[in-house]
């Protein structure tokens, strides 16, 4: 005996419950992020891993810019004048970074774009990135990390197994 297949749900049908807040705003992020080029939105949002933090403090992803050849992409990075010419001198090793990013050669030429530190019109573009929250552990979760990883002798290792079991411990369901 075959099975019926089972009807597809409406397409005007919405979920039920409670929706996260990053996928309501997943879509316009995207479409804005690809109106300016970029097409992989983690470019913006982890450019201080993608660039490293000492660049991260001075740079900022501007755009990326196709040009009518086809071939590569320029990514255009705002930079204060002062940091220009250190920046100038790293672009071959950050511009292999933001490829790594893409998982292909999606940028040939990083352009530099000088700027006061503070950027135009009552300082928009500020170049220090934003603290990272981070929350105090509950002491309860924090002592039971300590326990799982008691018996490691290196100290390095110990610390990155704490590090796991505290995440593991607060993760949601």
Known sequence: MTRKPSPSPSPTRRMRGFEAAAGLVKDPIRVAGESRGFAVARLLTHWAEVAGEDLARITRPVKIGYGREGMGATLTLLVSGAHAQMVEMQKGGLKDRVNAVYGYAAISRVHLTQTAPIGFAEGQAEFQPAPKAVAPPDPAIA???????????DPGLRAALEALAQNILTRRN
């Open 143 to 153: 002592a039971r990390a300590t326990a799982a990883a008691d018996g490691v002798g």
